[in-house]
Protein backbone atom coordinates (compact mmCIF):
# COMPACT_ATOMS: atom_id res chain seq x y z
CA UNK A 1 0.00 0.00 0.00
CA UNK A 2 1.25 3.26 -1.12
CA UNK A 3 0.83 6.12 0.86
CA UNK A 4 1.90 9.86 0.59
CA UNK A 5 3.25 11.67 3.89
CA UNK A 6 2.81 15.15 4.20
CA UNK A 7 3.09 17.69 6.72
CA UNK A 8 3.14 21.03 8.61
CA UNK A 9 1.31 22.63 5.53
CA UNK A 10 0.95 26.00 7.86
CA UNK A 11 -2.21 27.07 5.68
CA UNK A 12 -2.30 31.03 6.43
CA UNK A 13 1.30 31.37 7.32
CA UNK A 14 2.82 34.71 6.66
CA UNK A 15 6.68 34.89 5.99
CA UNK A 16 8.03 38.48 6.66
CA UNK A 17 4.99 40.25 6.51
CA UNK A 18 4.06 38.32 3.01
CA UNK A 19 0.86 35.91 2.68
CA UNK A 20 1.60 32.63 1.27
CA UNK A 21 -1.85 31.17 0.66
CA UNK A 22 -1.48 31.62 -2.80
CA UNK A 23 1.40 30.00 -3.20
CA UNK A 24 0.02 27.06 -0.77
CA UNK A 25 -2.69 27.08 -2.83
CA UNK A 26 -0.33 26.11 -5.85
CA UNK A 27 1.38 23.61 -4.32
CA UNK A 28 -1.78 21.63 -2.70
CA UNK A 29 -3.03 21.81 -6.66
CA UNK A 30 0.30 20.35 -7.31
CA UNK A 31 0.48 17.61 -4.15
CA UNK A 32 -3.00 16.49 -5.89
CA UNK A 33 -1.50 15.69 -9.39
CA UNK A 34 1.36 13.66 -7.35
CA UNK A 35 -1.84 11.38 -5.57
CA UNK A 36 -3.00 10.83 -9.23
CA UNK A 37 0.01 10.31 -10.76
CA UNK A 38 2.00 7.93 -8.17
CA UNK A 39 -1.34 6.44 -7.37
CA UNK A 40 -0.89 7.23 -3.97
CA UNK A 41 -3.97 4.75 -1.59
CA UNK A 42 -3.55 6.93 1.18
CA UNK A 43 -2.18 10.37 2.68
CA UNK A 44 -0.37 11.02 6.16
CA UNK A 45 -0.74 14.25 7.18
CA UNK A 46 1.51 15.13 10.13
CA UNK A 47 0.25 18.22 11.90
CA UNK A 48 0.62 22.00 11.86
CA UNK A 49 -1.93 21.88 9.38
CA UNK A 50 -2.60 25.51 10.02
CA UNK A 51 -0.03 28.07 11.15
CA UNK A 52 -2.89 29.62 13.97
CA UNK A 53 -4.92 27.75 16.70
CA UNK A 54 -7.31 29.96 15.28
CA UNK A 55 -6.55 30.10 11.27
CA UNK A 56 -8.15 32.82 9.39
CA UNK A 57 -11.10 31.85 7.44
CA UNK A 58 -9.52 31.99 3.96
CA UNK A 59 -7.22 29.09 5.42
CA UNK A 60 -9.71 27.41 6.20
CA UNK A 61 -11.44 27.84 2.93
CA UNK A 62 -8.21 26.27 1.38
CA UNK A 63 -7.75 23.13 3.45
CA UNK A 64 -11.42 22.53 3.07
CA UNK A 65 -10.78 22.18 -0.84
CA UNK A 66 -7.43 20.24 -0.52
CA UNK A 67 -9.38 17.60 1.65
CA UNK A 68 -12.59 17.38 -0.43
CA UNK A 69 -10.37 16.83 -3.63
CA UNK A 70 -8.39 13.93 -1.74
CA UNK A 71 -12.16 12.69 -0.60
CA UNK A 72 -13.54 12.62 -4.37
CA UNK A 73 -10.04 10.69 -5.20
CA UNK A 74 -11.40 8.01 -2.80
CA UNK A 75 -7.93 8.31 -1.07
CA UNK A 76 -7.99 8.15 3.28
CA UNK A 77 -6.60 10.30 4.79
CA UNK A 78 -4.96 10.38 8.42
CA UNK A 79 -4.38 13.64 9.95
CA UNK A 80 -3.50 14.69 13.29
CA UNK A 81 -3.16 17.58 15.20
CA UNK A 82 0.57 19.92 15.56
CA UNK A 83 1.53 22.09 18.18
CA UNK A 84 0.30 25.17 16.17
CA UNK A 85 -3.20 23.92 15.70
CA UNK A 86 -5.91 23.71 17.75
CA UNK A 87 -6.56 19.93 18.26
CA UNK A 88 -10.18 20.88 19.34
CA UNK A 89 -10.99 22.96 16.26
CA UNK A 90 -9.17 20.75 13.59
CA UNK A 91 -10.92 17.25 15.24
CA UNK A 92 -14.90 19.00 14.39
CA UNK A 93 -17.30 17.11 12.64
CA UNK A 94 -14.04 13.98 12.85
CA UNK A 95 -17.29 11.59 12.97
CA UNK A 96 -19.21 12.50 10.04
CA UNK A 97 -16.10 12.48 7.61
CA UNK A 98 -14.92 9.51 8.58
CA UNK A 99 -17.91 8.36 6.33
CA UNK A 100 -15.67 9.37 3.46
CA UNK A 101 -12.50 8.18 4.89
CA UNK A 102 -11.12 11.42 6.08
CA UNK A 103 -9.76 10.77 9.37
CA UNK A 104 -8.86 13.15 12.67
CA UNK A 105 -6.91 12.44 15.73
CA UNK A 106 -9.21 13.25 18.94
CA UNK A 107 -8.42 15.53 21.57
CA UNK A 108 -5.77 13.14 23.75
CA UNK A 109 -7.37 11.47 26.44
CA UNK A 110 -5.14 8.52 26.97
CA UNK A 111 -6.66 7.19 23.88
CA UNK A 112 -5.08 6.97 20.23
CA UNK A 113 -7.16 6.51 17.19
CA UNK A 114 -6.31 3.25 15.56
CA UNK A 115 -7.33 3.33 11.62
CA UNK A 116 -7.30 -0.82 10.64
CA UNK A 117 -6.60 -1.08 6.64
CA UNK A 118 -6.00 -4.42 4.06
CA UNK A 119 -3.72 -4.81 1.39
CA UNK A 120 -2.23 -8.23 -0.05
CA UNK A 121 0.30 -8.18 2.59
CA UNK A 122 -2.35 -8.47 5.50
CA UNK A 123 -3.32 -6.38 8.08
CA UNK A 124 -1.89 -2.42 8.39
CA UNK A 125 -2.77 -0.16 11.27
CA UNK A 126 -2.61 3.57 11.22
CA UNK A 127 -2.21 5.22 14.75
CA UNK A 128 -2.97 8.86 14.65
CA UNK A 129 -1.06 10.51 18.14
CA UNK A 130 -1.54 13.95 17.99
CA UNK A 131 0.82 16.51 19.37
CA UNK A 132 1.24 16.02 23.10
CA UNK A 133 2.91 17.39 25.87
CA UNK A 134 3.85 16.23 29.71
CA UNK A 135 0.74 17.96 31.45
CA UNK A 136 -1.79 16.02 28.78
CA UNK A 137 -0.21 12.60 29.83
CA UNK A 138 -0.50 13.47 33.13
CA UNK A 139 -3.73 14.36 33.10
CA UNK A 140 -4.97 10.72 30.99
CA UNK A 141 -3.20 8.64 33.11
CA UNK A 142 -2.39 10.08 36.63
CA UNK A 143 1.43 9.48 36.34
CA UNK A 144 4.09 11.54 36.27
CA UNK A 145 5.58 12.46 33.10
CA UNK A 146 8.60 14.70 33.86
CA UNK A 147 9.48 15.67 30.08
CA UNK A 148 8.51 14.94 26.49
CA UNK A 149 10.38 11.65 26.39
CA UNK A 150 8.17 10.42 29.31
CA UNK A 151 5.07 11.45 28.33
CA UNK A 152 5.92 9.68 24.86
CA UNK A 153 7.27 7.02 26.12
CA UNK A 154 4.01 6.26 28.40
CA UNK A 155 1.49 7.51 25.48
CA UNK A 156 3.23 4.28 23.35
CA UNK A 157 2.67 1.94 25.89
CA UNK A 158 -0.61 2.67 26.64
CA UNK A 159 -1.52 1.88 22.75
CA UNK A 160 -1.80 -1.93 23.29
CA UNK A 161 0.69 -2.46 19.86
CA UNK A 162 0.54 -5.70 17.77
CA UNK A 163 3.51 -5.43 16.45
CA UNK A 164 3.11 -9.47 14.40
CA UNK A 165 1.34 -6.50 11.92
CA UNK A 166 2.60 -3.32 10.33
CA UNK A 167 2.05 -0.34 11.77
CA UNK A 168 2.49 2.67 10.72
CA UNK A 169 2.56 6.21 13.35
CA UNK A 170 1.31 9.95 12.47
CA UNK A 171 3.07 11.98 15.05
CA UNK A 172 3.95 15.46 15.72
CA UNK A 173 7.12 15.98 18.04
CA UNK A 174 10.74 16.60 17.72
CA UNK A 175 13.20 13.93 17.80
CA UNK A 176 16.55 14.42 19.45
CA UNK A 177 19.03 14.67 16.30
CA UNK A 178 16.71 16.49 14.08
CA UNK A 179 18.49 19.11 12.18
CA UNK A 180 16.16 22.19 12.70
CA UNK A 181 15.87 25.61 10.94
CA UNK A 182 14.95 29.00 11.79
CA UNK A 183 11.20 28.91 10.44
CA UNK A 184 10.17 26.13 13.60
CA UNK A 185 9.16 26.64 16.47
CA UNK A 186 11.93 27.02 18.81
CA UNK A 187 11.90 25.35 22.79
CA UNK A 188 14.05 26.86 24.93
CA UNK A 189 17.17 23.99 26.24
CA UNK A 190 15.85 21.31 24.05
CA UNK A 191 13.20 20.07 26.69
CA UNK A 192 10.82 18.90 23.85
CA UNK A 193 12.93 16.50 22.53
CA UNK A 194 12.47 12.88 22.42
CA UNK A 195 14.48 9.77 21.54
CA UNK A 196 14.05 7.71 17.90
CA UNK A 197 13.94 4.85 19.91
CA UNK A 198 9.82 5.32 21.41
CA UNK A 199 9.33 4.46 17.57
CA UNK A 200 10.66 1.10 17.60
CA UNK A 201 7.10 -0.84 18.05
CA UNK A 202 6.27 0.80 14.16
CA UNK A 203 7.35 -0.02 10.92
CA UNK A 204 6.70 3.68 9.12
CA UNK A 205 7.19 6.85 12.14
CA UNK A 206 5.50 9.54 9.92
CA UNK A 207 6.64 12.54 11.48
CA UNK A 208 5.83 15.89 11.15
CA UNK A 209 7.43 19.56 13.54
CA UNK A 210 10.14 19.62 11.57
CA UNK A 211 10.68 21.54 8.60
CA UNK A 212 13.81 19.85 6.71
CA UNK A 213 13.27 16.58 5.16
CA UNK A 214 15.48 13.97 6.70
CA UNK A 215 15.24 10.73 9.06
CA UNK A 216 16.58 10.12 12.20
CA UNK A 217 18.24 6.78 12.67
CA UNK A 218 16.66 4.19 10.72
CA UNK A 219 15.04 5.49 7.38
CA UNK A 220 11.68 4.78 8.22
CA UNK A 221 11.38 7.73 11.29
CA UNK A 222 11.12 10.49 8.94
CA UNK A 223 10.22 13.64 8.60
CA UNK A 224 9.11 14.95 5.20
CA UNK A 225 9.66 18.57 5.63
CA UNK A 226 7.60 20.94 4.33
CA UNK A 227 5.95 21.57 1.10
CA UNK A 228 7.31 25.15 1.11
CA UNK A 229 10.18 27.00 2.04
CA UNK A 230 9.70 29.22 5.41
CA UNK A 231 12.69 30.70 6.13
CA UNK A 232 16.03 31.68 4.71
CA UNK A 233 17.62 29.40 5.93
CA UNK A 234 15.56 26.74 4.20
CA UNK A 235 16.56 28.44 0.87
CA UNK A 236 19.41 25.63 -0.18
CA UNK A 237 16.56 22.72 -0.09
CA UNK A 238 14.93 20.98 -2.32
CA UNK A 239 11.02 20.50 -0.51
CA UNK A 240 9.67 16.82 -1.80
CA UNK A 241 6.06 14.51 -0.85
CA UNK A 242 7.74 11.58 0.39
CA UNK A 243 5.93 8.44 -0.71
CA UNK A 244 6.09 5.56 1.50
CA UNK A 245 5.13 2.09 -0.09
CA UNK A 246 3.54 -0.61 3.03
CA UNK A 247 5.07 -4.24 1.56
CA UNK A 248 5.07 -7.28 3.85
CA UNK A 249 6.27 -7.13 7.29
CA UNK A 250 9.27 -5.55 7.57
CA UNK A 251 9.87 -4.23 4.12
CA UNK A 252 9.23 -0.29 3.48
CA UNK A 253 10.37 1.38 0.36
CA UNK A 254 10.39 5.36 0.54
CA UNK A 255 10.70 7.56 -2.31
CA UNK A 256 10.26 11.10 -2.92
CA UNK A 257 9.03 13.70 -5.09
CA UNK A 258 10.56 16.92 -5.94
CA UNK A 259 7.85 19.98 -5.44
CA UNK A 260 8.35 23.21 -7.82
CA UNK A 261 6.95 25.93 -6.18
CA UNK A 262 5.09 28.84 -7.06
CA UNK A 263 7.69 31.54 -6.11
CA UNK A 264 11.15 30.01 -5.22
CA UNK A 265 12.85 31.42 -2.16
CA UNK A 266 16.50 31.88 -2.12
CA UNK A 267 19.77 34.28 -1.22
CA UNK A 268 21.48 37.16 -3.56
CA UNK A 269 24.84 38.55 -2.07
CA UNK A 270 26.48 40.87 -3.84
CA UNK A 271 27.68 44.79 -3.91
CA UNK A 272 24.28 47.05 -5.22
CA UNK A 273 25.86 47.96 -8.08
CA UNK A 274 26.44 44.01 -8.82
CA UNK A 275 22.92 43.00 -7.90
CA UNK A 276 21.26 45.79 -9.98
CA UNK A 277 23.09 45.02 -13.57
CA UNK A 278 20.99 43.67 -15.80
CA UNK A 279 23.29 41.00 -16.59
CA UNK A 280 23.04 39.97 -13.27
CA UNK A 281 19.28 39.29 -13.09
CA UNK A 282 18.16 39.12 -16.41
CA UNK A 283 18.13 35.33 -16.93
CA UNK A 284 17.16 34.35 -13.30
CA UNK A 285 13.24 34.57 -12.28
CA UNK A 286 13.21 38.55 -10.21
CA UNK A 287 9.57 37.15 -9.10
CA UNK A 288 11.38 35.07 -6.24
CA UNK A 289 10.99 35.64 -2.63
CA UNK A 290 14.40 36.80 -1.60
CA UNK A 291 16.93 37.78 0.37
CA UNK A 292 19.95 40.84 -0.52
CA UNK A 293 23.24 40.47 1.56
CA UNK A 294 24.44 43.63 0.11
CA UNK A 295 28.36 43.91 0.75
CA UNK A 296 28.66 47.75 0.13
CA UNK A 297 30.25 49.68 3.41
CA UNK A 298 27.86 52.54 2.80
CA UNK A 299 24.07 51.68 3.41
CA UNK A 300 22.23 52.57 0.54
CA UNK A 301 19.77 55.08 0.20
CA UNK A 302 16.05 53.98 0.60
CA UNK A 303 18.17 50.48 -0.84
CA UNK A 304 14.96 48.41 -0.03
CA UNK A 305 12.19 50.61 -2.27
CA UNK A 306 14.99 50.79 -4.72
CA UNK A 307 15.80 46.82 -5.24
CA UNK A 308 12.17 46.40 -5.31
CA UNK A 309 12.05 47.93 -8.63
CA UNK A 310 13.74 44.64 -10.14
CA UNK A 311 12.56 42.45 -7.16
CA UNK A 312 9.74 43.01 -6.09
CA UNK A 313 9.19 40.26 -3.91
CA UNK A 314 12.29 41.12 -2.12
CA UNK A 315 12.08 40.33 1.60
CA UNK A 316 15.03 41.35 3.53
CA UNK A 317 18.01 43.45 2.87
CA UNK A 318 20.47 43.20 5.07
CA UNK A 319 24.84 44.18 4.90
CA UNK A 320 27.62 42.35 5.20
CA UNK A 321 30.47 44.46 5.68
CA UNK A 322 32.81 46.21 8.16
CA UNK A 323 30.64 47.55 10.81
CA UNK A 324 28.32 45.02 10.78
CA UNK A 325 30.72 41.92 11.46
CA UNK A 326 32.03 44.06 13.93
CA UNK A 327 29.04 44.51 15.41
CA UNK A 328 27.99 41.05 15.35
CA UNK A 329 31.28 39.92 16.87
CA UNK A 330 30.29 42.13 19.96
CA UNK A 331 26.87 40.99 20.58
CA UNK A 332 27.94 37.06 19.90
CA UNK A 333 30.66 38.17 23.21
CA UNK A 334 28.35 36.83 25.88
CA UNK A 335 27.65 33.63 26.68
CA UNK A 336 24.26 32.27 25.42
CA UNK A 337 23.64 30.13 28.74
CA UNK A 338 23.77 32.86 30.90
CA UNK A 339 20.54 34.72 28.89
CA UNK A 340 17.30 33.79 30.10
CA UNK A 341 14.38 33.08 27.58
CA UNK A 342 12.93 36.33 27.23
CA UNK A 343 16.63 37.72 26.05
CA UNK A 344 17.18 34.95 23.75
CA UNK A 345 13.79 35.53 22.17
CA UNK A 346 14.49 39.01 21.92
CA UNK A 347 17.23 38.26 20.25
CA UNK A 348 15.46 36.29 17.98
CA UNK A 349 13.09 38.43 16.89
CA UNK A 350 15.40 41.23 16.26
CA UNK A 351 17.39 38.75 13.83
CA UNK A 352 14.04 37.68 12.24
CA UNK A 353 12.43 41.30 12.26
CA UNK A 354 15.29 43.48 11.81
CA UNK A 355 13.83 45.92 14.39
CA UNK A 356 13.71 45.54 18.54
CA UNK A 357 10.66 44.19 20.57
CA UNK A 358 7.97 46.87 21.24
CA UNK A 359 7.17 47.25 25.69
CA UNK A 360 4.24 45.42 24.38
CA UNK A 361 5.43 42.79 22.80
CA UNK A 362 8.26 41.74 25.69
CA UNK A 363 5.29 42.06 28.25
CA UNK A 364 3.00 39.74 26.16
CA UNK A 365 6.21 37.57 25.71
CA UNK A 366 7.11 36.97 29.01
CA UNK A 367 4.02 36.34 30.21
CA UNK A 368 3.87 33.39 27.90
CA UNK A 369 7.44 32.00 28.72
CA UNK A 370 5.80 31.94 32.58
CA UNK A 371 2.50 30.41 31.24
CA UNK A 372 4.84 28.16 29.64
CA UNK A 373 7.22 27.02 32.16
CA UNK A 374 4.00 26.31 34.92
CA UNK A 375 2.24 23.96 31.82
CA UNK A 376 5.75 21.83 31.55
CA UNK A 377 5.44 21.32 35.48
Not at 42 to 65: H, M
Request: negative net charge; charged residues 30%; aromatic residues 10%.
Amino acid sequence: MRFMHLSDLHIGKRVNEYSMLEDQKYILAQILEIAVREKAEGVLLAGDIYDKPVPPAEAVQVFDSFLTKLADLKLPVFIISGNHDSAERLAFGAQLMSGRRVYFSPVYDGNVRKIELGDEYGELCVWLLPFIKPAFVRHAFDQEAASYQDALKIAVEHMDIDTEKRNILVAHQFVTGADRCESEEVSVGGLDNVDASVFDGFDYAALGHIHSPQHIGRETVRYCGTPLKYSFSEAGQEKSVTLVDMKEKGAVEISKIPLAPLHDMRKIRGAYMEVTARSFYENTDTEDYVQIILTDEEDIPDGLQKLRIIYPNLMQLEYDNKRTRENRLIEGGGETERKSELELFQEFYEMQNNQPMSKEQEAFADSLIRTLKEVQR
